[in-house]
């Protein structure tokens, strides 16, 4: 069993910046490729980033190219999601999963487990 511990949200104004953790209980943490998504009030679960196991190749959802950043730390069985120049439409709760056998990286169906999500809000 996979345990995902997000942090690092809050309540900041537009044009901020904050950084997600993802701290993972897993031994073999290196063998999944992880992934950020996100739901707003009323809204389906979306794709923000996702890296794969051995952080050489990353992908992003086109509302956060160029401002959000995804990285890992395999040694230390951690996960981050830099966010700059936040926007409201980026008010959400955001999740980290983790996926054995990850074909489309931003398909959440592709993630086997997940945490329990940390809010992000961003007033303007």
């Known amino acids: 069993q996979v345990q995902l511990v997000e942090s690092g949200g809050g309540l900041v104004q537009a044009g901020d910046s904050l950084r997600l953790s993802c701290a993972a209980a897993a031994r073999t943490f290196s063998n999944y490729s992880m992934g950020w998504f996100r739901q707003a009030p009323g809204k389906e679960r979306e794709f923000v980033a996702a890296i794969n196991t051995s952080g050489g190749g990353t992908w992003y959802a086109d509302s956060v190219k160029g401002r959000f950043t995804i990285s890992r730390d395999n040694a230390k069985n951690t996960g981050s999601l830099q966010m700059n120049s936040l926007e409201p439409e980026d008010t959400a709760v955001y999740y980290c999963?983790?996926?054995?056998?990850?074909?489309?990286?931003?398909?959440?169906?592709?993630?086997?487990?997940w945490g329990q999500g940390t809010q992000v809000t961003v007033s303007s």
């Open positions: 999963a983790l996926g054995g056998a990850v074909a489309v990286p931003g398909l959440a169906t592709n993630y086997d487990y």
